[in-house]
C-alpha cells in the first residue's frame, strides 16, 4: 500500500504543477510613464531619482516614454535618442540659466489605454532657472502633468486621462513586442510664437480702415470673451458631472477586485488538492482494515484448541 500512496501523492502533485505553472509563468506588465536620462554614451539609462528630486545640469537630456513593462528585462525606453546639439544647438545661453534637452515618447497605440490615441512624440530644447528639478522643466514645457502622491508621473499633456503605474494581467502578445526605432521630431519653441506677431505687424492704410478695422477687432473680442465664458462653464459643469459619475482609480480597482472573486486556476487547485486527500484518506483507511484483519488471525491461529496447543514452547509440542 506504500507504493500506491506514493503513486497518488505524484499523481496529485503533477496535476497541482500543471495547473500552478503556466499561472506562475504568465507575463504581468504595467502601464506607466518611465523617466530616463540620457547618457554620455548617447544611451538612455532608467533615473535613479524621481522628475521631482532630480537635478539636471546643463546639457542634460530628460527622456519620458509610456509604454508596458513585464519586468526588469523589458525596458521600454524612449524609441529615439536625440542628442543635445541637436535639441539646443539653436538656443542660446544666459546667465544664472540652464538648457535641458527633453523628449517625449508617447508611446505606441497598443500601448494606450482602451478607447485613448497616444499624442505625436515631441522633443525640444527648455531653458529653465539653474535648480529647476526634472518635473518643474516639464511642466514648464507641456503646462500639464498629473502625479499621484508619492510623486509618481501619471499622465503628461493630459495623456492618459486616468490611471497610474496600472497592472495588466493580460498584455497581448502585441503590446509585448520588441519597440522599432523611430525619429522623433524636434519642436522649435519660438515658432509658436510666430503666427501672432505676423498678424500684429499689419498696418492700416488710412484714418477710416484704421476705425473700421478697431470697430470689427472690438465686435471679434466681444463675442470670442462671450463664446470663452460659455465653453468655460459648459466644460466646468461637464468636469463636475464627469468626477460626480465616475469613480477614481483606487475604487475602480477595488470595486473589480472585488467582483471578480476566486480565479478559475485557484478552484482547479482545490479540487485537484481536495482528491489527493480524499484518496490518501482512503488508502490509509483501507491499510488499517488490513491490519486489523491480519491480527485477528494470528490471535485466533494461537488460542484455537483444535491445534492440541495453546503456544509455542516444548512442553507444548511434547503434549502433542
Known amino acids: 500500500m506504500t507504493r500506491l500512496y506514493r503513486l497518488i501523492c505524484a499523481s496529485v502533485l503533477a496535476l497541482a504543477v500543471a495547473v500552478v505553472a503556466p499561472m506562475a509563468?504568465?507575463?504581468?506588465?504595467y502601464?506607466?510613464?518611465?523617466f530616463y536620462q540620457l547618457t554620455n554614451d548617447g544611451e538612455w539609462d532608467f533615473a535613479t531619482e524621481g522628475a521631482n528630486a532630480a537635478v539636471?545640469?546643463?546639457?542634460?537630456?530628460?527622456?519620458?516614454?509610456f509604454a508596458f513593462s513585464a519586468?526588469?528585462?523589458d525596458e521600454r525606453v524612449p524609441r529615439d535618442a536625440p542628442g543635445f546639439d541637436d535639441l539646443c544647438a539653436?538656443?542660446?545661453?544666459?546667465d544664472g540659466m540652464k538648457r535641458v534637452g527633453l523628449v517625449l515618447d508617447t508611446g505606441r497605440d497598443v500601448d494606450a489605454p482602451e478607447g485613448e490615441t497616444p499624442p505625436e512624440p515631441s522633443a525640444r530644447c527648455v531653458v529653465a532657472d539653474e535648480d529647476a528639478t526634472s518635473q518643474e522643466i516639464l511642466v514648464q514645457a507641456v503646462q500639464d502633468i498629473r502625479t499621484d502622491d508619492s510623486g509618481l508621473i501619471c499622465g503628461i499633456a493630459g495623456?492618459?486621462?486616468q490611471g497610474c503605474g496600472d497592472e495588466v494581467s493580460e498584455p497581448t502578445p502585441e503590446q509585448l513586442a520588441a519597440d522599432e526605432p523611430i525619429e522623433i521630431?524636434?519642436?522649435d519653441g519660438d515658432a509658436t510664437e510666430e503666427p501672432s506677431a505676423t498678424e500684429t505687424s499689419a498696418e492700416p492704410t488710412s484714418e477710416e480702415a484704421t476705425a473700421e478695422t478697431t470697430d470689427a477687432t472690438t465686435e471679434d473680442e466681444s463675442t470670442d470673451d462671450a463664446t470663452s465664458q460659455e465653453s468655460t462653464e459648459d466644460e466646468?459643469?461637464?468636469?463636475?458631472?464627469a468626477t460626480d459619475a465616475e469613480p477614481t482609480p483606487g475604487e475602480a480597482d477595488t470595486t473589480q477586485d472585488s467582483d471578480s472573486g476566486i480565479p478559475p486556476w485557484a478552484w482547479a487547485v482545490g479540487v485537484v488538492l481536495l482528491l489527493g486527500i480524499l484518496a490518501w484518506a482512503a488508502s490509509a483507511a483501507r491499510n488499517r482494515r488490513l491490519d486489523a484483519a491480519h491480527d485477528h488471525y494470528l490471535d485466533e491461529f494461537r488460542d484455537d484448541p483444535r491445534d492440541g496447543f495453546s503456544g509455542h514452547g516444548p512442553d507444548d509440542f511434547d503434549r502433542r
Not at 539636471?56 to 516614454?65: L, N, Q
Not at 539653436?90 to 544666459?94: E, I, K, L, V
Open 25 to 29: 509563468a504568465h507575463a504581468v506588465a
Open 31 to 34: 502601464q506607466f510613464w518611465g
Open 56 to 65: 539636471p545640469e546643463d546639457g542634460a537630456v530628460d527622456g519620458y516614454r
Open 71 to 73: 519586468g526588469d528585462d
Open 90 to 94: 539653436g538656443t542660446a545661453a544666459a
Open 159 to 161: 495623456f492618459p486621462e
Open 185 to 187: 521630431p524636434i519642436v
Open 236 to 241: 466646468t459643469n461637464a468636469e463636475a458631472t
